[in-house]
């Protein structure tokens, strides 16, 4: 029951939206933002809900794809993704990067962390020319892009030897947001989008969220989390490799 009306919220946040004109740059083109209408529409409204709820559920603690049908929203995102007319609004090969991660996001929660990470980093260009600065969902949708990615990076980096700290870390995102705002959003698209520069930056940009975590924790199994996470990290990195990660 928590689940559904969770899903709801963001189903009725989301669909208030629908159908709203442009808020910025009143300068474009009718055509240009018509078609960025069409978008929000028929890509974005129906989705984003249960992407966001993915995120909500996570923060209760509760177990997301037990509430969320993986497969039929990694299926509906990719078959609509594929929209010839959609390309020219794609900034960063987003949707070649979805077409690519597709059918191991079903199967896979760290790829399907990566596939979800795309949507939005698309989905956030268009609210961006849809949706007023001061909207809350915009704020919301670009956090989550943000936290997506870090739990991305931290499942990657943790999941052989730490793997019971990273429900943990999704569980009490909040305790890290404040970091996440002082990094700006291509910094985490850069990592996401080059697996050798985020294998060489991971230590040192989980053990940056974990800092942050650590300040915040305080349940035994959240400090339980933080001790796998220095074991882990004093295991497998020296004095040299310790030093700060460069953005």
């Known amino acids: 029951m928590e689940a559904e009306w969770v899903l709801g919220i963001a189903a009725g946040a989301i669909a208030a939206v629908s159908g709203m004109k442009m808020a910025n740059n009143r300068t474009k083109s009718k055509k240009q933002e018509l078609k960025e209408q069409t978008i929000m529409d028929e890509f974005i409204v129906p989705f984003l809900p249960d992407v966001m709820g993915f995120y909500?559920?996570?923060?209760?603690?509760k177990g997301p794809?037990?509430?969320?049908?993986?497969e039929k929203l990694v299926d509906g995102i990719y078959r609509q993704s594929l929209?010839?007319?959609?390309?020219?609004?794609?900034?960063?090969?987003?949707?070649?990067?979805?077409?690519?991660?597709?059918?191991?996001?079903?199967?896979?929660?760290?790829d399907m962390l990566k596939f979800l990470f795309w949507y939005?980093?698309?989905?956030?260009?268009?609210?961006?020319d849809v949706l007023a600065q001061s909207n809350p969902l915009l704020r919301e949708a670009r956090l989550l892009e943000k936290q997506l990615a870090v739990w991305c990076i931290c499942h990657e980096e943790l999941q052989n030897?730490?793997?019971?700290?990273?429900?943990?870390?999704?569980?009490?995102?909040?305790?890290?947001a404040g970091v996440l705002k002082?990094?700006?959003?291509?910094?985490?698209?850069?990592m996401m989008g080059d697996d050798e520069l985020r294998d060489e930056r991971r230590g040192n940009f989980v053990r940056i969220i974990f800092q942050?975590?650590?300040?915040?924790?305080?349940?035994?199994?959240?400090?339980?989390?933080?001790?796998?996470?220095?074991?882990?990290?004093?295991?497998?990195?020296t004095h040299r490799n310790k030093g700060q990660i460069r953005f």
Do not use: C, M, T, W
């Not at 909500?56 to 603690?61: D, I, R």
């Not at 794809?65 to 993986?70: E, G, K, T, W």
């Not at 949707?95 to 996001?105: F, G, M, N, T």
């Open 120 to 128: 939005l980093d698309f989905s956030n260009g268009i609210l961006k």
């Open 161 to 176: 030897d730490a793997p019971d700290s990273i429900p943990e870390l999704i569980h009490h995102s909040s305790y890290f």
């Open 182 to 190: 002082e990094i700006e959003a291509g910094v985490f698209r850069e």
């Open 56 to 61: 909500q559920l996570e923060v209760l603690g």
């Open 65 to 70: 794809l037990s509430a969320i049908d993986r």
């Open 212 to 237: 942050a975590f650590e300040k915040e924790a305080q349940g035994k199994v959240e400090l339980k989390a933080v001790e796998q996470f220095h074991e882990h990290y004093d295991k497998r990195y």
């Open 83 to 110: 929209a010839r007319e959609y390309r020219r609004f794609d900034r960063h090969d987003a949707l070649d990067r979805l077409e690519d991660l597709a059918q191991a996001a079903q199967n896979s929660q760290l």
